[in-house]
């Protein structure tokens, strides 16, 4: 199989534009996945999220996971558990209204970065540039958050997930994951391929409204972090696609392509995560 793509950011304002665009329209058509490097967020401020995000997790969520791996016996399963996650989050909510002064025991200064790459998909699909942030953005702007998340050692890892199969509901992932303990998963061609964890790069994940199978496996060493951003259209944003992307015979793209709002389709998300998504649209 091919190797996982990779893109180097900084070639978009050289003359390997035109190979770097094209390059991340192969890895969105074929992967749904892609890996930045030379992003431009400093390196310094990835090392304090991580270092924080670590902390956090000691400080303040450690021991209501082994509670709650106690309570449930977790340590002494014998077979697959399919109906849980070896993993401890909580949510960040940036857009359109943040919480971050409502999470407990949180640093004042933590944040995350978003990362544009809206135009860029504009570019690579023949768009008109902010076609797609004009499509997302329904009547109160889009939804923006993080979930912050630490996989910790499981004595179990062959029959509890770290994270059980699924895709994402929304439009761009942002995931920014452990370059030390590996974990995240794609399925491509029926195989499953690991992400490989790069220092100080950002994973890109395209969700169900751009279209994309991931997991993410527990380990038996090492405590993993990640924390994925979640771009998402605004909750009465109309979904469709754009009317230059589809065949020109109107009445029957109608019939294959419904519309559909957003909320409507995050609501039957939720019972139906884990499952698969074609029978979701």
Request: charged share 25%; glycine share 6%; aromatic share 10%.
């Amino acid at each position: 199989m091919e190797n996982f793509p990779v893109i180097n950011l900084e070639k978009l304002n050289r003359a390997e534009r035109a190979n770097t665009t094209e390059m991340i329209k192969d890895a969105c058509e074929n992967w749904g996945f892609f890996e930045l490097v030379n992003h431009g967020i400093p390196h310094e401020v990835m090392d304090t999220v991580e270092k924080m995000t670590k902390g956090h997790y000691e400080k303040c969520m450690e021991q209501r996971l082994k509670e709650l791996v106690a309570s449930k016996g977790l340590e002494a399963v014998q077979a697959e558990v399919t109906d849980l996650d070896w993993e401890s989050t909580f949510f960040l909510r940036h857009l359109p209204v943040s919480n971050i002064s409502e999470v407990s025991d949180l640093d004042d200064e933590y944040s995350w970065l978003r990362k544009e790459l809206l135009d860029l998909l504009c570019e690579n699909l023949g768009l008109e540039k902010g076609y797609l942030k004009k499509a997302f953005y329904g009547s109160k702007g889009p939804n923006f958050g993080t979930k912050v998340s630490n996989y910790p050692p499981c004595p179990k890892p062959d029959l509890i997930k770290g994270l059980r199969t699924h895709t994402d509901p929304g439009v761009i992932i942002l995931l920014f994951q452990d370059d030390k303990v590996s974990g995240l998963q794609l399925l491509k061609d029926g195989q499953w391929v690991n992400v490989p964890p790069m220092g100080h790069s950002i994973v890109v994940n395209l969700g169900d409204q751009l279209e994309e199978v991931q997991e993410c496996d527990a380990q038996s060493d090492g405590t993993r972090m990640s924390l994925a951003s979640f771009y998402n259209p605004g909750n009465d944003a109309v979904i469709y696609p754009a009317p230059t992307l589809v065949e020109k015979e109107a009445e029957e793209s109608k019939q294959v392509y419904p519309k559909f709002v957003f909320d409507d389709y995050m609501k039957l998300y939720a019972g139906l995560k884990f499952q698969a998504k074609e029978p979701r649209f």
